[in-house]
């Protein structure tokens, strides 16, 4: 009910249903804000626990560790594990897919692969390690050109494979 009331000397302008209605609508603004926080800490939006997957067997011949959610143009890393025995003669010939490496911006592998080799398919890198009765990991660093659905696959050259999806938000 809309109106003017009196209070001692002073006339207020009143309009309870639609303050009402404000307050049923900052409510529901609150708990919009509270599930977008919530959704951000558990890695829906970004990083973070339900982000974190794993593509292969952890202790197989070759795992790797990434995010399921990146962002487009934020860093970003692939974590490959080479299990123990997997290289040849202290050599392992790691592969990407042609179309991942090309959608990805490589900014830095580490350790430095002794050779890149480019082919239609994918792209080959090798690798050198001290001791290949251990178990190695591999960093790539890159951040995404593009945005959306990102399938990829990674594998050792004569061995295993593993294949997984991203999703890169905007």
Known sequence: MSGLMRIGDLQVHQDLPHERLEWKLERVGWVVMALALLAALAGLLGPGPLSRATAGQDGSPLWVQYNRLARYQAPESLQVHIGPGAARGGTIRVWLSREYVRNM????????????????????????????????????????????????????????QVAFTQFIYP
């Not at 480019?118 to 009765?133: A, K």
């Open 105 to 160: 911006e490589l900014n830095n592998i580490d350790p430095e692969p002794e050779s890149v080799e480019v082919g239609p398919e994918r792209s080959t890198y090798t690798f050198n390690l001290s001791d290949s009765d251990q178990p190695s990991i591999l960093m790539f660093r890159f951040e995404a050109n593009r945005f959306g659905k990102m399938p990829a696959a990674l594998g050792l050259e004569g061995g295993p």
